[in-house]
Every structure is written in structure tokens, then in C-alpha cells.
């Protein structure tokens, strides 16, 4: 690589960096405080006593938990095991992948105000979307009957076993880790927050570099071919990249921030900011895992068929 290309791309990663430090510092204390006072498993547990507002439930916990859509899998497995109805469980798949408060405030600075805000909006749209779809499929007899592959495992005491020996059993892989208990909350807070600097960035030192390859070495001509012109063939060819694109909430920001500035259209960029993070191929295996097909294509068809419907909505009213 010659030395002016590699100057180029270490001056976009630094100017990147500089841009989003102490947003990315923010973020992760926001996730550490979440975790330190439960707020994410608080509403969860409510989801099986909400009745008919189990889906706006389900929607509120993908909002403030800061999980991608493999990360998301244990609480899925935990609240299936219990005996959640399938459509709050499908709402918060399909919400939290894309919606995270860290997610948000790096969306705000990465992207712009305007990005954030639609962020949330579509979220709580494919969300509730999801959700609403799901139980009328429900309620028509299209998902009926024994919808989960796993078989639950319980303890010696009696107990449900954990999301990750659930898995293990079943011959799902689920990612877990080891939290121990703090006697003093900021104590415990600090190494939630510890917890998420270390994981989001990694991926989002990656992603920023990715940015600057971008950046540097994509001519504008593809982007504006493939992606650039404000119609539905660039919102589809945005949501057929976010397919095996195996990117969370997080990593797809600067990518985005590189693709748009050289020259992808916003209601396409858009339509991958949703549809990326929640079409992963890992999670979307993992899914195959824990239900019946028929789940699964429900989840992908209205994550992917919202993600390009909430695209084409921006690019008619922008």
C-alpha cells in the first residue's frame, strides 16, 4: 500500500476517533448504569404479566437494552422457557439488534441528529410491526402450535437452568459470561462499563477502519451506481447488503458514515441502519436453532420487508 493511501486512512480513523471519543465514553457508562440498577431486566420480567401490552413491552426492553441479535439470545431463550407468547418474543428480537442508548448517542454523532431520531422511530415501527404481525398470524392458526425447538432443562433443585445450558443441550451455541456480584453498585457499574468499552470497541475500532477504506479506495461511481439514486432499487440493494453484512448497531455506524459520504442515498442508508444489525447470518442461524421455520421467516420478512418500507417512506417525504 503505498505511503499516501496508508496517510490518507490513518487521518480518516484519527479524524473519526477524534469525532466520536468521548461520545463513545458516554455511551458505555449509559450501558454500565443500565446494568447496574437492572432497568433492562425489570421490564423484562414484566413482559409475561403484560397481557396484551406483552409487544410494547417487549419493544421498551429491545430499546434500552444495548444487546445485538445474538446477544439478545439468552434473555429470548430465558423468557421461552417460561412460557412468553410468541409475538413479544419476536418484537424484541427484532427490536433490540437495532436499538440500543449506546447505539443512539453514537448514531447522533457518527450520523447526525436527524439519523438518530429515525433510528428510534424505526425501531418502535419494526418493533410494534413485528409484534402485531406476529399475532395475527397467531390468531389466524399460521403459528400455531409447538412454535420453540428448545426443550427446557432444569436443575437438580427444580430450577430452570440457565439461557446457556439450555442452549448447550438443545445444540444451540449461546454467548454467555460470568457477571459477578459487587457489594458496592459503583463498583459495579464500573466493570459493566469496563465490560462494554472492551466489546464495543473493538468492533468499532474495526468499523472505523473499515470507514476509512471506504473512504479511501471505493470509487464514488459504485456507491452511486449500486446505492446512490433516490429509488427503490437502491433502498433493495441496501437491505440485500444488510443480509450477511455481520454487523451490530454499533459497527454499522461509521461504515455508513464512510458510504454516505461517498455519495449513498440517506433513505438507502437508512434502510441499512435498520436492516443491517437485525439480518445477521449468525443470529439468523441461531434463530433456526430456537424456533421453527416458520418463526424465523416471519422475523426475517418484516424486519427486512419494514427496514425497506421505512427507506422508501424517507426518501418520498425528504
Known sequence: MPDSILVQILSVMWDEIAKMWWFFLLSIVLVGVIKGYKLDLRIRDSINRAGSLGILLAVAVGMISPLCACGILPIVITLAMAGTPIAPLVALLVTSPVMGPDALILTYRGLGPEMAMLKVAGAGFLGISAGL????????GLLAGDLVRLKPVYRDDGGLASAYEIGSANGVAVKTMTIVPRANRLRF???RTLDAG????K???LAIFLEAIIVTLVPISWITVLAGQKSISSVLV???VGLPLPTNQIPIIPILSGLLERGMDRGAAFTLLMAGPVSSIPAIVALTGLFRRRVVLTFLTVSLGGSVLLGVVYQIFS
Open 133 to 140: 404481525v406476529t399475532q395475527m398470524l397467531v390468531r389466524q
Open 238 to 240: 441496501a437491505a440485500v
Open 203 to 205: 468492533y468499532l475500532l
Open 198 to 201: 472492551l466489546f464495543v470497541g
Open 189 to 191: 457499574i464500573l466493570d
